[in-house]
């Protein structure tokens, strides 16, 4: 990316793994313009990175709020400044 992108850093806490909350976010990934990670804690919780355009990335995290919402009992979102870490979106 030529300029630095949006980057959020999101924290889903509820039934979030072992329920395919990775795969699916990944699969959806694929109808964004977003590269980032998402993986799962130690603690029960799914990290994910976003990073591009920052509409791009608010409708990418919103789909998944919307495809995901029945397990996701809350979620933490932060804005995080700097460059692009990631080539694509993958499981982390």
């Known amino acids: 990316m030529a300029s630095t992108p949006f980057r959020l850093e999101a924290h889903f806490t509820g039934r979030v793994q072992g329920v395919g909350f990775r ?14 990670e998402v993986r799962n804690l130690p603690d ?27 397990f996701i009992k809350e979620t933490s979102e932060e804005i995080i400044p700097g460059p692009a870490h990631f080539r694509d979106f993958h499981i982390g």
């Open 23 to 36: 795969y699916l976010t990944r699969q959806i990934a694929t109808g964004y313009e977003v590269t980032g």
């Open 44 to 70: 029960g919780r799914v990290h994910l990175i976003a990073e591009g355009k920052e509409a791009e990335v608010r409708d990418f995290i919103r789909e998944i709020k919307s495809q995901m919402g029945h």
